[in-house]
């Protein structure tokens, strides 16, 4: 079975600092990862995705996020925010085994201020 | 990229009414599409998978007599929400993976449902 814990459901950070989102995963099958972020009243949009490649990925609008094995984490980050990526974003699991359905976690509201 | 769409964007009904809401896959084709609940500041569920020329198949706690899932063709699947009631009010999201790419969805933007 796979799970997806992300801690914190707030982070708040001033324009222009470092971002950070954590995510860590279970599951009994190496796994498939991504990040998705979703803007209010809109579907998801895929940020990047790890998929048994290089261990960091890069995705759109400068995000990043790097499969740790040993720590069982991919955390998201940026190293400048800006005001628009203010946003919930959301990890996902998925086993490697095929196709299956997605497990997300709960989601991490960013807040983004001047 | 991919595009799904989903049609309503958002839709207010009464309670006792049945709404139907459409998911399309744009420029891809779908054996499989997902439709995902999201209540406010929560994340998604998934409700129910759909198959193409097959039954859908539901999560636990899903009521299948509720929610009526038809995967008609390679682009399109409905989710019919029947006998409404204001607890069903949510955010109703569907998904869709390529054919020619199982590790990842598309997702469409959403369609908002009101039950008064």
């Known amino acids: 079975a796979q799970s997806v814990t992300q801690l914190g459901s707030h982070v708040s950070v001033s324009e222009g600092a470092l971002v950070l989102l954590r995510c860590n995963y279970s599951s009994s099958v190496p796994p498939y990862l991504f990040w998705y972020v979703q803007y209010p009243n809109q579907g998801l949009q895929l940020l990047l995705k790890?998929?048994?490649?290089?261990?960091l990925v890069k995705g759109i609008n400068g995000f990043e996020a790097e499969f740790k094995k040993s720590e069982t984490s991919f955390h998201l980050t940026k190293p400048s925010a800006h005001m628009s990526d203010a946003a919930e974003y959301f990890c996902?699991?998925?086993?490697?085994?095929?196709?299956?359905?997605?497990?997300f976690g709960t989601g991490t509201r960013l807040l983004v201020s001047p | 990229g991919a595009v799904v769409s989903q049609h309503p964007s958002w839709v207010i009904c009464k309670s006792g009414t049945s709404v139907k809401i459409e998911c399309r896959s744009l420029d891809f084709q779908a054996t499989t599409m997902f439709w995902y609940r999201q209540f406010p500041k929560q994340s998604l569920m998934l409700m129910a998978t759909?198959?193409?020329?097959?039954?859908?198949?539901?999560e636990q706690g899903v009521e299948k007599d509720k929610f009526l899932i038809n995967h008609a063709s390679l682009t399109l699947s409905t989710l019919t929400v029947t006998s409404a009631h204001p607890e069903d009010s949510s955010f109703y999201i569907c998904s869709a993976p390529p054919l020619s790419s199982y590790n990842e969805q598309f997702f469409g933007p959403g369609t908002r449902l009101t039950v008064l």
């Open positions: 759909s198959n193409e020329g097959s039954k859908a198949t539901y």
């Open positions: 996902a699991v998925t086993p490697n085994t095929g196709f299956q359905k997605l497990v």
């Open positions: 790890y998929t048994s490649a290089a261990t």
